[in-house]
């Protein structure tokens, strides 16, 4: 009878099995020479000029790559475009994602593209192997999603491009620091360069780009979500140019014991070093004086570091437990967004600082 039993249930179990729908499970595509086409909405190219490569497109947006014993070659995938549109007529875009970025020599981890009227091949370096690119001529900085972006220009004279060989000039912004994971603001790149008298063109192409010149490696893209259309990014806080009172308990605090204070004045109290607050500023000009309304806990004399993008500006000095104000003239500072940060960095012990608020002129 156990045995009747065991075979009906086995027998219903195989005819419940074979009355599912057949799942289709579809493999990735591998490509090792030079081929471009779209998958899962997304514009995928692999080009070179010499040596091995294999790109292994996975769904959406990801994908991976190895090359060894190359010349130059690029792997991407993104938005292409049809060169009728700037990217003001596009709306904002946006790529956020993460990356496994191994690379042995010269590479850069990026959003790479062209536009056309004028032919522009434009970088945005959030990572690179062995060399930091591409020692151009310099033309600031951007401060934009938590991080600092160096801006270059270089020319590229009869090249090979979107359009045949070519003269045309690069446009870089080049993160201080490296990273592999993230949301990088593209268009407020674009801005930043345009400011700057870089002008862009109709767009072409905006992709997650793993780049190799002359090197070996390998990189696993493990999200990669472009976004496209909407308003501009994030709204900058508007230029000092009749001054600007940015009130400390408003900042962002970081640091181990930063702290809210309600007396001497309702402010911020910064205890120990790396105590800090920031926020970032547009600037349209490249000179203000700062001045920070302060105190010391005590008769000792506190200090505090203004740092902008990441560079330190001068100090602030506070003698006493009354509240004061201390200005530091004339401070030079790149344009556009730009992290302001007042940080503790000498701290001895004997001493706290509070501030209340920081004005621009």
């Known amino acids: 009878m156990k045995q009747k039993r065991m075979r009906l249930l086995l027998a219903i179990f195989i005819c419940i099995v074979l009355a599912l729908p057949a799942v289709s499970v579809q493999a990735a595509t591998t490509i090792t020479s030079n081929q471009s086409g779209t998958q899962d909405g997304y514009y995928y190219e692999l080009w070179k000029d010499s040596g091995t490569t294999s790109m292994t497109l996975d769904s959406g947006g990801t994908f991976s790559a190895q090359w060894s014993n190359i010349g130059n070659a690029l792997f991407r995938k993104g938005k292409k475009f049809n060169e009728t549109q ?47 690119p591409p020692g151009g001529t310099s033309k600031g900085t951007i401060t934009v999603d938590g991080g600092t972006y160096d801006i270059y220009e270089t020319t590229r004279v009869n090249q090979p491009s979107i359009k045949g060989t070519a003269t045309f000039q690069q446009y870089w912004s080049v993160r201080t620091s490296k990273r592999t994971s993230g949301t990088i603001s593209v268009s407020e790149h674009f801005k930043a360069w ?146 302001i940060e007042l940080v503790v960095t000498a701290d001895d012990g004997t001493w706290d600082a509070y501030i209340d608020y920081l004005e621009i002129n």
């Open 86 to 132: 700037t990217h003001q007529q596009i709306g904002n875009i946006s790529v956020n994602y993460s990356a496994n970025y191994q690379p042995n020599g010269n590479s850069y981890l990026c959003v790479y593209g062209w536009t056309v009227d004028p032919l522009i091949e434009y970088y945005i370096v959030d990572s690179w192997g062995s060399w930091r």
């Open 194 to 339: 345009e400011s700057r008298g870089m002008p862009m063109g109709k767009m072409y192409e905006a992709s997650l780009t793993v780049e190799g010149y002359q090197s070996s490696g390998s990189a696993t893209v493990t999200s990669n979500t472009i976004t496209i259309g909407g308003g501009g990014g994030p709204t900058p806080t508007p230029s000092p140019s009749t001054g600007t009172k940015k009130e400390s308990e408003s900042m962002t605090k970081s640091g181990q014991y930063t702290s809210n204070i309600s007396s001497p004045f309702s402010g911020v109290a910064l205890y120990a070093n790396n105590d800090s607050v920031k926020y970032t500023q547009y600037f349209e000009s490249g000179t203000h004086n700062f001045s920070l309304r302060g105190a010391s806990n005590n008769s000792n004399m506190a200090r505090v570091d203004l740092k902008i993008a990441g560079q330190t500006k001068g100090t602030f000095y506070f003698g006493g437990s009354s509240p004061a104000v201390y200005t530091l003239n004339n401070v030079s500072h790149g344009t556009g967004n730009q992290e």
